[in-house]
């Protein structure tokens, strides 16, 4: 038995539970909703529910749902015998009802629809969720007004918002959110469904103007477009929802008035044309603007629509708000990070009698910038520099990182008359104390011309993977010599250097680990794979050998960016048996 020594009370210990229940998952349901544990006591609540019973939190928190709550309808307890949500509490399952009624702290009854189902509370232990609201649309005579379709039960209507939730939020793609919202909406509310947009410069689009017809939805080309600006002051619908200032319901005789603006005129014309005959129309406006307006129609569906259905109207086009407001966010941040790229990448220098090909593939799902790179620079003793590499990441802070690992690297290579493997230790030094580089991989190669016209490739590899080197009659050999660790580690080991003379007509390929990993494939089924590919594409010119190469062997599943660097030596290079013996990564070719 608890003794003087306990101070937490048992309401105090459910109320610390509730804080745990998922709060807000609740605070975000627009129905009142509470959540029972095992033995049928409410652990948390959200504030409609407070509202709808009339009770705080804390008189409802730790106490029995069915002794506080269940009433019949002369007011008085229920028996647990005939309560069916609590039999279905017991027996652990989800149901419904209506024509119930709960009791409210003012004394009054109130009259609710319910929902219970299983509800997951963390750590192995199940409650049960319940859902309940209480009918408030009825007239006085508690009939629908004549002509009007009655507004969808509570429960589908929660249904129809979760759904819409969880439909728009889960695309970052204007397009996409705007196929699904129609989708949502028609034919389940209307047989018309019109989206009006205000684009970042205060235009007007007509997105979309679509028409259920059965199960098919026909899009009506011809009715959209640029419309009129929006008039400052006109108390017609539309341009009252495009300005933010309300929902109104709307037919075509609120438009046979003379035009007080062109979106008036546009109105009537999309009304002629459907025979929408009554609409309902909310403005799509997110917490920083409006941008736009959502248009419902019935021509067809019977019942027009009232004021009762304007909530749910609403509450709908606040969800697309939140889902286009994102997806502009995203848009633009895309489109801000795409130039920044632009910017980053750099235009590859011309060297005589060398042909050079790069390629730059953004992360599908990122920002559009990475951490992978290329770079290709001449350098003051006439040789030219090639790099590509990968900064750990693929977004803005990557990208910043590959842009200040690309500069330092130019500055050594530039200042300092080393060996490929010198270079980038001073870089690594570097990359430790200066740069926002956690880890990075990279080879770094000097390409200079002999006297006697070959070509002479020397490098080192930073853990990355190794250049390809594809001879003109297609045989394709990495280049594996000059291996060492990757940039970032502090480890301070010498690194390697290698040296290759490459073949006349031959190809050099540097690339990033995006073109050849996959999940669930190994690196080397990669390696062969871009090694096959290439050597059947080593007759193409060379833009149509990176080309093709990416096509081919990207993997389609790939989330990662992918940089390509790729070289061609001049036909007219002196054969490799004139001279010094060519290797390839040390060993003569086959």
């Known amino acids: 038995m608890a003794g003087p020594e306990v101070t937490e009370s048992v309401d105090e210990r459910y109320l610390s539970r509730a804080d745990s229940a998922s709060a807000g998952a609740l605070a975000a349901i627009g129905a009142g909703a509470y959540v029972v544990d095992d033995k049928g006591c409410i652990i948390a609540v959200n504030a409609r529910a407070e509202q709808l019973l009339n009770r705080p939190a804390k008189d409802l928190v730790g106490g029995d749902a069915h002794d506080l709550l269940h009433r019949d309808a002369h007011g008085q307890p229920l028996p647990t015998s005939r309560c069916r949500m609590r039999q279905a509490f017991h027996a652990g399952r989800s149901a419904q009802s209506e024509g119930d009624w709960f009791a409210r702290g003012d004394g009054s009854l109130l009259p609710v629809s319910w929902m219970i189902t299983p509800y997951d509370l963390g750590d192995d232990e199940v409650g049960t969720l319940v859902l309940f609201h209480a009918p408030h649309h009825l007239s006085a005579t508690g009939s629908w007004p004549e002509h009007a379709a009655a507004p969808l039960p509570e429960l589908e209507r929660l249904a129809l918002l979760a759904e819409t939730t969880t439909q728009l939020t889960s695309t970052l793609d204007v397009d996409e959110a705007l196929r699904r919202l129609v989708a949502l909406v028609v034919p389940r509310l209307a047989d018309w469904v019109v989206i009006d947009l205000i684009t970042e410069r205060d235009e007007v689009w007509r997105t979309a103007v679509v028409h259920a017809e059965g199960d098919t939805l026909v899009h009506r080309e011809d009715l959209q477009g640029p419309m009129p600006p929006v008039p400052a002051e006109s108390p017609m619908p539309l341009s009252r929802a495009l300005r933010g200032v309300a929902s109104t319901l709307a037919g075509p005789q609120t438009y046979q008035r003379p035009p007080d603006s062109g979106i008036a005129l546009e109105q009537r014309r999309l009304f002629e044309a459907t025979g929408i005959r009554s609409a309902a129309i909310a403005p799509i406006r997110s917490t920083r603007e409006v941008l736009g307006a959502l248009t419902l129609g019935r021509a067809d569906r019977a019942g027009d629509f009232t004021t009762a259905d304007l909530p749910l109207i609403e509450d709908i086009a606040r969800r697309a708000a939140v889902a286009l407001d994102n997806a502009r966010l995203y848009q633009r941040q895309r489109k801000v990070a795409e130039t920044m790229q632009n910017h980053l990448l750099p235009q590859l220098p011309r060297v005589p009698g060398l042909e050079m090909v790069a390629r730059y593939m953004p992360a599908p799902d990122a920002s559009q910038v990475g951490g992978d790179w290329?770079?290709?620079?001449?350098?003051?003793?006439?040789?030219?520099?090639?790099?590509?590499?990968?900064?750990?990441?693929?977004?803005?802070?990557?990208?910043?990182?590959?842009?200040?690992?690309?500069?330092?690297?130019?500055?050594?290579?530039?200042?300092?008359?080393?060996?490929?493997?010198?270079?980038?230790?001073?870089?690594?030094?570097?990359?430790?104390?200066?740069?926002?580089?956690?880890?990075?991989?990279?080879?770094?190669?000097?390409?200079?011309?002999?006297?006697?016209?070959?070509?002479?490739?020397?490098?080192?590899?930073?853990?990355?993977?190794?250049?390809?080197?594809?001879?003109?009659?297609?045989?394709?050999?990495?280049?594996?010599?000059?291996?060492?660790?990757?940039?970032?580690?502090?480890?301070?080991?010498?690194?390697?250097?290698?040296?290759?003379?490459?073949?006349?007509?031959?190809?050099?390929?540097?690339?990033?680990?995006?073109?050849?990993?996959?999940?669930?494939?190994?690196?080397?089924?990669?390696?062969?794979?871009?090694?096959?590919?290439?050597?059947?594409?080593?007759?193409?010119?060379?833009?149509?050998?990176?080309?093709?190469?990416?096509?081919?062997?990207?993997?389609?599943?790939?989330?990662?960016?992918?940089?390509?660097?790729?070289?061609?030596?001049?036909?007219?290079?002196?054969?490799?048996?004139?001279?010094?013996?060519?290797?390839?990564?040390?060993?003569?070719?086959?």
């Open 374 to 590: 290329y770079d290709a620079f001449c350098l003051s003793d006439r040789s030219t520099a090639l790099a590509v590499g990968d900064v750990v990441g693929h977004d803005l802070e990557a990208a910043a990182g590959m842009a200040q690992v690309r500069n330092m690297l130019r500055a050594y290579a530039w200042s300092q008359k080393e060996p490929p493997s010198r270079i980038v230790d001073r870089l690594d030094e570097a990359v430790m104390h200066i740069a926002d580089v956690t880890m990075a991989t990279m080879i770094f190669a000097r390409l200079e011309e002999a006297e006697d016209g070959h070509w002479e490739l020397s490098w080192t590899n930073a853990g990355h993977p190794p250049p390809l080197l594809i001879s003109q009659d297609g045989l394709a050999h990495y280049l594996t010599d000059g291996h060492g660790i990757l940039l970032g580690t502090g480890a301070g080991r010498p690194r390697p250097d290698a040296t290759a003379l490459l073949p006349p007509g031959s190809t050099l390929l540097l690339y990033t680990d995006g073109l050849i990993e996959a999940p669930g494939h190994s690196l080397d089924e990669g390696l062969d794979r871009l090694r096959q590919h290439a050597a059947a594409l080593a007759h193409r010119p060379l833009a149509s050998f990176t080309d093709q190469l990416l096509h081919r062997v990207r993997p389609a599943e790939n989330d990662d960016d992918v940089a390509l660097l790729a070289l061609r030596i001049p036909t007219g290079a002196l054969a490799p048996g004139r001279g010094r013996q060519a290797t390839v990564g040390g060993v003569q070719p086959r």
